[in-house]
């Protein structure tokens, strides 16, 4: 398993931006296909985002809005976002596993860091 380290979270304003950071210190990322899954206190944990070999997917509520992208030189995968809602507001979680599909099922991912709190809030 991949130890994984989000970055990025914070405090924004309703229609700000944030930019979301995954690391994996001493491994490589290139042969991973890597989530990004969400939490708000009370919910299921939901997934959001997935970039792989076969290309970037995107959860129905954050499509148009996010944007994931991966930088193999600098081994981060990124999670861009936009136009943040106070709904958007979760711990924001990213995962890896060795597929080449995209998937916003947990079950799919062995391994996960351990979040990054967002909050959208005026």
């Known amino acids: 398993q991949l130890q994984l380290v989000e970055s990025g979270g914070g405090l924004v304003q309703p229609g700000g931006s944030l930019r979301l950071s995954c690391r994996a210190p001493?491994?490589?990322?290139?042969?991973?296909?890597i989530g990004w899954f969400r939490q708000a206190p009370g919910k299921e944990r939901e997934g959001v985002s997935c970039i792989s070999s076969s290309g970037t997917y995107y959860g129905e509520s954050v499509k148009g809005r996010f944007t994931i992208s991966r930088d193999n030189a600098k081994n981060t995968v990124y999670l861009q976002m936009t136009s943040l809602k106070p709904e958007d507001t979760a711990v924001y979680y990213c995962?890896?596993?060795?597929?080449?599909?995209?998937?916003?099922?947990?079950?799919?991912?062995?391994?996960w860091g351990q979040g990054t709190q967002v909050t959208v809030s005026s």
């Open positions: 995962a890896a596993d060795v597929h080449y599909y995209c998937s916003l099922y947990d079950s799919d991912f062995n391994s």
């Open positions: 001493g491994s490589t990322l290139d042969y991973y296909a």
